[in-house]
Nanobody, 127 residues
Framework: VQLQASGGGLVQAGGSLRLSCAAS????????MGWFRQAPGKEREFVAA????????RYGDSVKGRFTISRDNAKNTVSLQMNSLKPEDTAVYYC?????????????????????WGHGTQVTVSS
C-alpha cells in the first residue's frame, strides 16, 4: 500500500486546511485509517482514526471539535478537515493504514498499530 498525503501549508491561526491522503495498492476499503502528527522534538501524536465504512471515528483530545476525518472508498482517499487552527497544531501530518483491521479497536491511537505510512505533509500555523 502506498499512501500520499497532500494539502499542507502555511495558515494563520483561526484558519482552515484540508489534508488528503491517496491510497494505492491493496484493498483500501478494508483498512482502518488514521492521521498522526509530529512536531519537532516531540513524539508522534494521534490525531484521528476512521473505520472502513466511515461510520466510526475517533479524535485526539487536542483536536476534538475542530478536526473532522472522512473517507471516500470509491476514490481511495481519506481526508482531514482542520478548522480553527492553532499554532500548536504546527507539525508534520502523516496518514497511516492498518491493513489488519477495518474497525476502531482499543488500540486505534497507537502508531505501532498501523503498518503503512505516507511521507507526511507540513502544516504550519502562524500566530
Amino acid at each position: 500500500v502506498q499512501l500520499q498525503a497532500s494539502g499542507g501549508g502555511l495558515v494563520q491561526a483561526g484558519g482552515s486546511l484540508r489534508l488528503s491522503c491517496a491510497a494505492s495498492g491493496r484493498t483500501f476499503n478494508s483498512f482502518r485509517m488514521g492521521w498522526f502528527r509530529q512536531a519537532p522534538g516531540k513524539e508522534r501524536e494521534f490525531v484521528a482514526a476512521i473505520s472502513w465504512s466511515g461510520t466510526d471515528t475517533r479524535y485526539g483530545d487536542s483536536v476534538k471539535g475542530r478536526f473532522t476525518i472522512s473517507r471516500d472508498n470509491a476514490k481511495n482517499t481519506v481526508s482531514l478537515q482542520m478548522n480553527s487552527l492553532k499554532p500548536e497544531d504546527t507539525a508534520v501530518y502523516y496518514c497511516a493504514a492498518d491493513s489488519r483491521t477495518a474497525l476502531i479497536n482499543i488500540y486505534y491511537f497507537r502508531p505501532s498499530e498501523y503498518d503503512y505510512w505516507g511521507h507526511g505533509t507540513q502544516v504550519t500555523v502562524s500566530s
